[in-house]
């Protein structure tokens, strides 16, 4: 049998091959070479990384931001609405084969090849750190003049 016509019956029989399936169901839908910013289902129900993602987004102007359909609507409306303020692209991926750890992942059509593309939690916890150090400033010197 001719290859292209086994190729073709193949593809009807089982569907069209697909380029890294692994990656896909850990990235939700794309692949690890398109990936700008990753954030865990943790950041996101902790609603982290927003800002490291509206910076990305402003950067990556042509990106999509693909939502873990496993984490409620309720944790993910402040990433949509984010996305919507910057006319990027959403989806959310409901796959029940996949458990991916990622909440949000914002990615381009074409390889970038990041080398850092996880939101750290260091850089996370040290942002908020910081916004509670300074709040904790100020409780203390409005306590001093009660």
Known sequence: MDKKIEDYIQEGIYGAKE???DERREYLGTIRER???TLSRGQVIKQKGLSE?????????NAK?????????????KYI???SKHKIQHT???NQEADSKYGAVLAVDYAINREKIELSSSSAQKKEKEGSSSSSLSN?????FR
Do not use: D, H, R
Not at 53 to 58: F, S
Not at 65 to 77: A, D, I, Q
């Open 53 to 61: 993602l509206q910076i990305e987004m402003k950067n990556n102007p």
């Open 81 to 83: 609405k984010l996305a």
């Open 19 to 21: 380029i890294k399936p």
């Open 140 to 144: 203390w010197i409005s306590s001093l």
């Open 35 to 37: 990936v700008v910013l």
């Open 65 to 77: 931001l693909l939502l873990n359909g496993e984490v409620s609507n309720n944790y993910l409306m």
């Open 92 to 94: 959310t991926i409901f």
